[in-house]
């Protein structure tokens, strides 16, 4: 993912992602400074069996000007991934924003 704003992923099911990296489920990671992550919303989802992260996040590109990140995960995502893990994320030197699963904060700048 490039940028998003108002971003809902409902009902879903992403599995045995593998190939290019990172081989994540979900990959949130922006390639500029000035895209977005705001307002994004995963639940009811199954992300499962993906060679990466179930979901990633990295955001090496993005510095303290950039507009701030807000992702939740809520309502029943199940996320299982045997390799690597179930929630990544990396390159937040600076970075602004806020990240949560099912409302417990997992990310706060």
């Known amino acids: ?28 990671e922006p ?3 000035n895209e977005y992550l705001q307002n994004i919303t995963v ?8 060679k990466g992260y179930g ?3 990295y955001f090496g590109r993005l ?11 809520v309502n029943g995502t199940n996320i299982h991934n045997n390799v690597q893990g179930n929630i990544k994320i990396l390159g937040t030197t600076g970075v602004k924003g806020k990240i949560t699963v099912d409302g417990k904060v997992v990310f706060n700048q």
């Not at 639940?43 to 993906?50: C, L, P």
């Not at 510095?63 to 995960?73: D, K, L, M, Q, R």
């Open 63 to 73: 510095n303290g000007t950039t507009n701030p990140v807000s992702i939740n995960i």
């Open 43 to 50: 639940s009811a989802t199954n992300i499962s069996n993906n």
């Open 1 to 28: 993912m490039i940028s998003a704003i108002n971003l809902d992923i409902e009902n879903a099911v992403i599995t045995n992602t593998n190939g290019t990296a990172p081989q994540s489920g979900i990959d949130f």
């Open 55 to 57: 979901i990633l996040c």
């Open 31 to 33: 390639n500029q400074v």
